[in-house]
C-alpha cells in the first residue's frame, strides 16, 4: 500500500479557490488509481473526484464538477484537487485515497483502500 499526506486545508471565504494537494511514498504511484473524498461531521463520507493512474480519465461528483479540477504529477508522487468558488457546503475533512491495485481508470468509491490522514477545509460565508 501506499502512504498519502494530504496538505493545503485551512479556513477561505466563499468564493475563494484552494487547492488541496496530496503527496505519495513509494516507487509504485504512478500506478494506482487516486480520488479525493470528503466527510462532514456525522455523514458519510463522499466520494467527490477521481483520476486514472495515467490521468487520461477523470470523475467529478455533481456537488464539484464545473468548479474543480483533479490532476496528478507522477514524476513527482503529487496529486492535487483545484477548487474554485467555494462555499460553506464544501467545509468538511478532505481526504486523499489510492487503490490497491494498478488500475487505468477511475474506481468506484469502494475500490480506494489507502487513505491519508484528512485535511481540513473550512469556508466562511
Known amino acids: 500500500q501506499v502512504q498519502l499526506v494530504e496538505s493545503g486545508g485551512g479556513l477561505v471565504q466563499a468564493g475563494d479557490s484552494l487547492t488541496l494537494s496530496c503527496t505519495a511514498s513509494?516507487?509504485?504511484?504512478?500506478?494506482?488509481?487516486m480520488g479525493w473524498f470528503r466527510q462532514v461531521p456525522g455523514k458519510d463520507r463522499d466520494f467527490i473526484s477521481g483520476?486514472?493512474?495515467?490521468?487520461?480519465?477523470?470523475y467529478y461528483a455533481a456537488s464539484v464538477k464545473g468548479r474543480s479540477t483533479i490532476s496528478r504529477d507522477n514524476a513527482e508522487n503529487t496529486m492535487s484537487l483545484q477548487m474554485n468558488s467555494l462555499k460553506p457546503e464544501d467545509t468538511a475533512v478532505y481526504y486523499c485515497a489510492a487503490t490497491l491495485e494498478p488500475k487505468n481508470r477511475v474506481p468506484l468509491a469502494y475500490e480506494f483502500h489507502s487513505w491519508g490522514q484528512g485535511t481540513q477545509v473550512t469556508v466562511s460565508s
Open positions: 513509494g516507487p509504485t504511484f504512478s500506478t494506482y488509481a
Open positions: 483520476i486514472s493512474s495515467t490521468g487520461g480519465s477523470t
